[in-house]
DNA sequence: GATGAATGAGACTTCATTCAT
DNA sequence: AATGAATGAAGTCTCATTCAT
């Protein structure tokens, strides 16, 4: 990628995570980079062009931190790979701010990009899920119904976290960890 | 309200479902109900008027379903309501639409009603947890965090419902439940 | 006329005099009256015809002030008329400020009304210097000219008491009537 | 200024002061121009911007035709500014009619523009009455009320000799000269 | 006489995108 | 590669006026 290309993509990040995809225009881009309005459309067919770029370098910065790890111990791979993503969360606010608050069914495209990587994170939570009845340590479930839930608790727990409303990482994990593990009940 | 009012409120709500809030233009709602342009705005200030208020009566329609149950029990409680709202998704397929692919970020205002409806959902969660503390069924926990998982578990298993990817509403009720209460472990 | 035709009159006169001609709209004056829209209809054919009707009934009223005063003192008659007026415009300021600062060139039936009146008063003013002419005590002028400057000069001291720059009536006429006949060569 | 910025203001001006302001629309303009709706605005925030920048135009033109001469000649300072700007009234016949004709209370910005002009030309008149006072050719009188009645004068002859009610610039200023400084008496 | 819901022409404005330089 | 003036489709909203009741 052009070093223009790459700086350009990097502000409209910044800019996208501030104001949402439609408050931002392509003059708020260019102008923050003090670019004229071509050079834009030299490196980007459009806006929506853009975005999904945006987003599918998000999504692929997040996949690259999620390992799978050693199969005999397919839930620890859960608490880390959890763990990983809301320190990535808290690090890069920005980042964090267009996954969570995607502005769904603006354009197909920006929803796929978001859940085809949905999926592949369901997916690792279902192959740990499998993983973990063959050895005996996971209870019988639907493994399908069970992944969206762990990954919707995940979500919603992230934007607690970015609103200030949890305090640390550290006690998200371990909550979330417990209930997914342990559930609510006493005993 | 009158009936004018409500008929377009109507169809609002349909088009928005299936538009989304972008996509839809002010002509768009009074082309499909052949009335003229000016009548739409003697009963709405503007586009984002009629989005929120399309969003506020599906947030209190929801809303007048949940039901605090018998003290004695609150964890069926939450079951009840979990069935209760699941159902009403599968009904109302348009609501469900609306609430669970809210574009956020387009309007403040729109962002604010959906917040604080998922804060009384969360409440709600949370009552039932300090109370189920105080009976002895429920373990010690964070109640701010695991409601907030408790909710995002409970949302994305809307969408997969919504999406067909889960069969019924038992399965999807079920399964949230097992996990909520008893987590994953084996025993 | 009727009583409620009167009615809606009055009102409009008020009301265009604060907020002007483009400003008010005519749900204003029907919802300042507490009457339906169709009502107003009932007496005016259209906005353009109330704002007329209003600017026809000032004009009659200054009109109806205006003295032919006895032949022998025509300049009398100048300071008398003078006097009458501004106390008018500072007794009746909505009058004041619709003839003062009317806007020009929105409607030629407007310009027409004030025009016609304007014509009327240089008239006037015309023949009292015809008649000073011929008693001698006039001098030799261009009349058509020098009745415009005496109704302008008189307009804008209008303008001036009626934003309080002028302390009183009686200065402003004292001044208006030493400039017309004296001019203001010393001696 | 660009040259297409110039090009619309010209424009503007010899529409507006054909249609006046509210008969004008933005795309009377641009159609006048052959050039598109959004190229307006580009120059130009909103209609009203437009008009206010072509009344500040007009009043700066006139401001630069005023002349502040010698001070031992202050009733000559007084014929020269009026022939003078009398004069590009004929010449210009647009910008006398937008001034002359300026419809007042659309928009406080208008007036101001307006206002703050006059304010300045009577104050032209206030100082030549005052350095005629000292010199002793101009008698005693309130400055205030003499520079708005021949501020007043003088608009309202500008006006007919527009219209051609007034045969030449000569006459008219003949006429408010005469008048002005010797008044309508005989002798 | 009175109502007021409904109309719809018409104005304003934004902004993604193009293209000649 | 870069520019930025120009485009024009698309949208929002207002308000004078009508007409069935």
């Known amino acids: 990628m052009k070093k223009r290309e790459r700086e350009i993509l ?16 392509v003059s708020d881009i260019v102008d923050s980079l003090g670019i004229a309005r071509g050079t834009f ?5 459009n806006k929506d062009d853009i975005y999904r770029r945006v987003l599918e370098e998000l999504v ?3 996949s690259s931190r999620l ?4 199969l005999e111990n397919p839930l620890g791979q859960l608490r880390e790979n959890v763990r ?6 808290v690090e890069d606010r920005e980042l964090a701010r267009l996954i969570l608050y995607h502005p769904y069914r603006l354009n197909p495209e920006f929803d796929a990009v978001l859940e085809t990587f949905f999926e592949e994170v369901k997916g690792l939570v279902e192959s740990a899920l499998l993983t973990g009845m063959e050895m005996g340590i996971v209870r019988e479930c639907n493994v399908n119904v069970v992944s969206a839930a ?4 995940f979500l919603e727990v ?9 305090p640390s990482v550290e006690v998200a994990v371990d909550e979330l960890l417990e209930l997914s593990l342990k559930g609510l009940l006493e005993g």
């Open 10 to 25: 990097e502000r409209a990040k910044k800019l996208f995570s501030e104001k949402g995809f439609h408050s931002l225009t």
């Open 41 to 45: 459309y030299l490196y980007f067919k």
């Open 60 to 62: 692929k910065e997040i």
């Open 67 to 70: 390992k799978l790890l050693p």
């Open 84 to 89: 990983e993503v809301l320190n990535l969360f």
């Open 150 to 153: 762990v990954l919707g608790a």
């Open 158 to 166: 992230g934007r607690e976290l970015l609103e200030g409303k949890i």
